[in-house]
C-alpha cells in the first residue's frame, strides 16, 4: 500500500476483554515502532522491530501488553484483560531500516468501558 | 532516560507572521531532532529534521535550528498560511547508540488566522 495501515481504526471494549490491534507498515519497511498517544500529548514509544526480532519493549506498560511480527511484516499488539486507563490511540510506525525516518499509520483509537 | 519539553503549548498567529516552537532535551547523547505535524485525525507526518553534526536546516518556508550546547531546537515557520494550522511534535532520538526510538513532546497546537 502507499503508506501504512492499521485495524480496526477504532475499537470499543469492556474492561477484561483482549484486544488485538494490527499494523500493516510500509512494504519494504525493516523496523516497526508502536506508540501509544493520550490526549493532548505526544506519542509514548511502546516498542520496536526489526523484521521479526523485538528489538525494544522497554515501553511497554505492564506484563498485558505484549507485541509480534512474525513474518517480518504485519505486526501484532495485544492487550490482555483491559483495564480503562489503557484507552489511547495506539501508533504505528516504520522506516526502511532504523535510524530513518518514520512513517506513522492512522492510529487505532481504543475505548475500554 | 531522555526527556523532552516542548513550548508553547498552543500558538496564535496572524496569516504572513512567523511561528516559532521551542524544544530542550535532556540526553547529550540525542543526536537526531525530527519535527513532525499532526492534522485533526491523521498520523503525524515528518515536515522536517536536523542532525547533531548540523546546526540549521532550511525547507523552504520551514527551518530548524539546533543548540547542541544548550540542548535545545527550535522550528521556525515563515510567511504562515491557514494550512500551516494543526499540531506539531518535535522529538529527539540517538540514531548511532543503538537508541531508535523517538521522545516526543507534548506538542504545540498552532493557530494561523486569516
Known amino acids: 500500500g502507499a503508506g501504512v495501515s492499521q485495524s480496526p481504526r477504532y475499537k470499543v471494549t469492556k474492561r477484561g476483554q483482549d484486544v488485538a490491534l494490527r499494523c500493516d507498515p510500509i512494504?519494504?519497511?525493516?523496523?516497526l515502532y508502536w506508540y501509544r498517544q493520550a490526549l493532548g500529548q505526544g506519542p509514548e514509544f511502546l516498542t520496536y522491530?526489526?523484521?521479526?526480532?523485538?528489538?525494544?519493549k522497554s515501553g511497554l506498560p505492564n506484563d498485558r501488553f505484549s507485541a509480534e511480527r512474525p513474518e517480518g511484516s504485519i505486526s501484532t499488539l495485544t492487550i490482555q484483560r483491559t483495564e480503562q486507563r489503557d484507552s489511547a490511540m495506539y501508533r504505528c510506525?516504520?522506516?526502511?531500516?532504523?535510524?530513518?525516518?518514520?512513517?506513522f499509520g492512522p492510529g487505532t483509537r481504543l475505548t475500554v468501558l | 532516560g531522555e526527556n523532552v519539553e516542548q513550548h508553547p503549548s498552543t500558538l496564535s498567529v496572524q496569516e504572513g507572521d512567523s511561528a516559532v516552537i521551542k524544544c530542550t532535551y535532556s540526553d547529550s547523547a540525542s543526536n537526531y531532532f525530527p519535527w513532525y505535524k499532526q492534522e485533526l485525525g491523521k498520523g503525524p507526518q515528518l515536515i522536517i529534521d536536523i542532525r547533531s553534526n548540523v546546526g540549521e536546516k532550511k525547507d523552504q518556508r520551514i527551518a530548524v535550528t539546533l543548540n547542541k550546547t544548550a540542548k535545545h531546537f527550535s522550528l521556525h515557520i515563515t510567511e504562515t498560511q491557514p494550512e500551516d494550522s494543526a499540531v506539531y511534535f518535535c522529538a529527539a532520538s540517538g540514531l548511532g547508540s543503538g537508541t531508535y526510538k523517538y521522545i516526543f513532546g507534548t506538542g504545540t497546537r498552532l493557530k494561523v488566522l486569516a
Open positions: 522491530f526489526n523484521y521479526e526480532a523485538q528489538q525494544d
Open positions: 510506525a516504520s522506516s526502511p531500516i532504523s535510524g530513518n525516518e518514520q512513517f
Open positions: 512494504s519494504g519497511h525493516v523496523s
